[in-house]
């Protein structure tokens, strides 16, 4: 029996199987501190440094058990810290719920100590579903509503509590009369099979031509096995968007990898040459990467009406779940005999990865960031989970790492915000205590946040089955991928006021806080300190001194582009070392065929 309505909420959060809610304290929310003490650790709170934090993992959270994240916080202050964490879980479509403080209901309009019209605020990032409570009847079902629509519309909810309602009577089951609510548990997803009649189109369109080009992302993610016999039947190659990066092992040699900025030049030359493209679960947003209007006779598939016909102009557009609706469709489709096509882009594939790993070879000053993917790579353990943050990290991860069967990864994929590396690891620790961990940061998303979330992991670290968080931090004292932008995108060359970081002391930092740190400086270290690191018995941290002149660019990037690389080089303060370490990347990168 809960015994106030803080109570109340989360007791009703643990029957809706939630057990632990990421948060910071405040008095927006006191009654709730109480409440979790009395509920003697189901659902327990877990401590982090910044509001924003506890969004971002809970956000993690859903990515890496497909459950609804949950985060609590503070009135004003508190709830507006929550906000680019839970921007971050609505973009890529993750369930999170956000419970908020709030000021006395008393006191509300009255221009009070930290009062923020919070659901104005959060009217926007939660505009599915956000309340405030005025009467304890309403918990309940303000409860069971926010969980049910953020897990059925893959996306964030809010509930505010101002804190004296917060530390009212419960009232648990709200009288049976005029004006009450009577809700109830749970929620299961449906399987959405499209029409019959749509189905045999999207078939004759992909069995009618010769070079299918498929395109997955994260919707895609339970769907391994009927992707790999769809593009088996069809001939066909498989591209990756970066969130769907997981979805399947890139150790397959029809597996493009990842598609677009971060992506390869085999998924490129895949969009580029082929006359029926297939998307499954994915929005990926930049269409010079897809094929060109009109190329390709297309088909999408998605759960999410909303999101089909968006990013090319399809012939069939199939609304429904990945797995079930490809497993409708293949019946209905020919084998292709004719393998030219794919023999081609497995060509495509296997010259990739030759090229990949003699870049990541390549002499640079001090150490290429690449190798330092590349060697992590060839060590992952099984059953490895990994997340990256934005910056040129999530460029290697893309690329340079060969996800295996079994493996998970996931990074801010739509909202691309620095600062989720280390929280969406602190997060996939807790969920999979008993599974090793690595966050790929660069130095600029570790000084933002990543350092001060060490201290959770100080905290909690020695309940963790393996102990294995790896924290790699690179050090290149930039702004790097914002540096290539400038220099790439706008001709104009690195401006050191904006872009070179101050340097610290990762390792020792780590160190500090009872860690193994180890700072890598020496191309020839970089492996065996993956070997140190992989054996170590305390969280890491793996400090590597990188090249910021290797440049984290599109594969494809356009002649106009290189002109104005090439121009900004002049009045470039690194103009010599870029030349000497990296232009030659380039030039390999432009010279085929375009
Ligand atoms: C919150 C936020 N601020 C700014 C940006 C723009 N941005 C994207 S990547 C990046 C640079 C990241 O630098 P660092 O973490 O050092 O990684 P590097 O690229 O140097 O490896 C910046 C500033 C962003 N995506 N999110
Ligand atoms: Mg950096």
């Known amino acids: 029996m809960a015994e106030l309505v803080a109570d109340h909420v989360l007791e009703r959060l643990t029957e809706w199987g939630i057990h632990r809610i990421y948060g910071y304290p405040g008095d927006g929310i006191n009654a709730f501190l109480g409440a979790f003490d009395r509920a003697g650790g189901d659902p327990e709170f877990i401590q982090v440094r910044h509001e924003e934090m506890a969004a971002f993992m809970a956000c993690g959270h859903a990515k890496f058990t497909g459950e609804a994240g949950v985060c609590i916080a503070t009135s004003g202050p508190g709830a507006i810290h929550l906000l680019n964490g839970l921007y971050d879980a609505k973009l890529d479509h993750q369930p999170v719920v956000a419970i908020v403080g709030q000021q006395a209901m008393a006191s509300l309009g009255g221009s009070y100590q930290q009062e923020v019209d919070l659901t104005t605020l959060f009217k926007d990032v939660a505009h599915e579903c956000v309340h405030m409570a005025t009467d304890p009847a309403q918990i309940r079902h303000l409860v069971d509503r926010a969980v049910r629509i953020a897990l059925d519309q893959r996306t964030v909810t809010c509930i505010v509590v101002p804190n004296d309602l917060a530390s009212e009577k419960a009232v648990e089951t709200p009288p049976h009369e005029h004006g009450t609510v009577h809700s109830g548990l749970g929620y299961s997803r449906p399987k959405v099979v499209p029409e019959d009649g749509d189905l045999e189109r999207a078939a004759r369109v992909l069995n009618e031509s010769q070079k299918v080009a498929i395109l997955i992302g994260q919707g895609a993610m339970n769907a391994a096995d009927e992707v790999v016999e769809t593009a088996e039947k069809l001939g066909a190659g498989v591209a990756k968007a970066v969130l769907g990066k997981s979805v399947l092992p890139d150790d397959l040699p029809f597996v493009t990898g990842a598609i ?35 190329k390709a006779r297309g088909v999408q598939i998605d759960i999410d009406g909303r999101m089909v016909g968006i990013r090319y102009p399809m012939e069939v557009n199939l609304v429904g779940g990945a797995k079930e609706t490809l497993q409708t469709l293949l019946p209905k489709l020919e084998r292709k005999d004719d393998r030219s096509w794919r023999e081609e882009i497995e060509d495509g594939v296997g010259e990739w990865w030759t090229l990949i790993e003699a870049r ?35 460029n290697w991860y893309a690329r340079n790492i060969k996800l295996r069967k079994g493996m998970m990864g996931s990074l801010s994929g739509t909202l691309a915000t620095m600062g989720p590396g280390v929280p969406y690891a602190i997060a996939a620790k807790f969920a999979h205590p008993e599974r090793p961990v690595f966050a790929l940061v660069g130095d600029g998303a570790f000084q933002m946040n990543g350092m001060n979330e060490l201290i959770t992991i100080a905290k909690y670290w020695q309940r963790w089955r393996d102990p294995r968080l790896v924290v790699l931090v690179l050090n290149n004292h930039d702004l790097n991928q914002v540096t290539w932008e400038q220099r790439a995108l706008e001709g104009d060359p ?6 070179v970081l101050p340097d610290f002391p990762y390792a020792r930092y780590a160190e500090l806080l009872g860690f193994k740190g180890i700072r890598v400086d020496s191309p020839d270290d970089v492996g065996p300190a993956w070997d140190e690191a992989l054996a170590a018995t305390t969280p890491v941290v793996y400090e590597a001194v990188t090249d910021p002149e290797v440049p984290p660019l599109p594969p494809h990037i356009t002649f106009q582009q290189a002109r104005q690389y090439i121009t900004a080089m002049a009045g470039d303060p690194d103009r010599g070392a870029m030349l000497k370490e990296s232009f030659k990347q380039k030039i390999q990168e432009f010279v085929p065929g375009r």
Not at 366 to 381: A, G, K
Not at 494 to 499: D, I, L, T, V
């Open 494 to 499: 690195k401006y050191e006021a904006s872009q």
């Open 260 to 294: 677009g900025l971060l992506g390869t030049k085999p998924s490129w030359d895949l969009m580029m040459g082929c006359d029926a493209f297939l998307m499954v679960g994915s929005s990926f947003p930049y269409s010079e990467f897809l094929p060109k209007e009109g």
């Open 360 to 394: 990541a070879m390549e002499e640079a000053d001090p150490v290429n960031p690449q190798r330092v993917f590349h060697e992590l790579s060839e060590r992952l353990p099984d059953g490895a989970i990994l997340t990256s943050d934005s910056g040129s990290a999530a």
